[in-house]
């Protein structure tokens, strides 16, 4: 039986500590994060979209990689409780595909 691949993320906390998670292709990034108690991430609506506390900052060089917003994500992202800058995303909407295998992801000071 073939293994499904998998895609490797790097979270970065707020304090620079890091955890590196390695999760099957299909899952969302949010959902490794949840899967490996990654802090920071709260995904209190459990990955619809629509909380805001999975917001993360994509490192630039995986920006060009990911499909655009959403109108529902750019709405959410205006709840977040920290600046919503031009790489913030909601690491709910961040499938994992080989495209952004090895992909960082920086947390923000706080999610609420």
Not at 10 to 34: C, H, K, L, N, T
Not at 45 to 61: L, M
Not at 69 to 75: A, G, M, T
């Amino acid at each position: 039986m073939k293994s499904k691949p998998t895609v490797r993320v790097r979270f970065i906390a707020y304090d620079g500590s890091q955890q590196d998670v390695v999760i099957p292709e299909g899952w969302s990034a949010m959902d490794g994060a949840i899967q490996y108690d990654v802090e920071g991430i709260m995904a209190s609506c459990g990955g619809i979209g629509d909380c805001a506390t999975c917001h993360v900052y994509v490192h630039p060089d995986f920006l060009s990689r990911l499909p655009d917003k959403q109108p529902f994500e750019k709405d959410a992202l205006k709840a977040t409780a920290t600046d919503c800058l031009h790489n913030s995303r909601l690491a709910c909407q961040i499938d994992a595909t080989a495209d952004i295998d090895g992909i960082t992801l920086y947390l923000p000071e706080k999610q609420l």
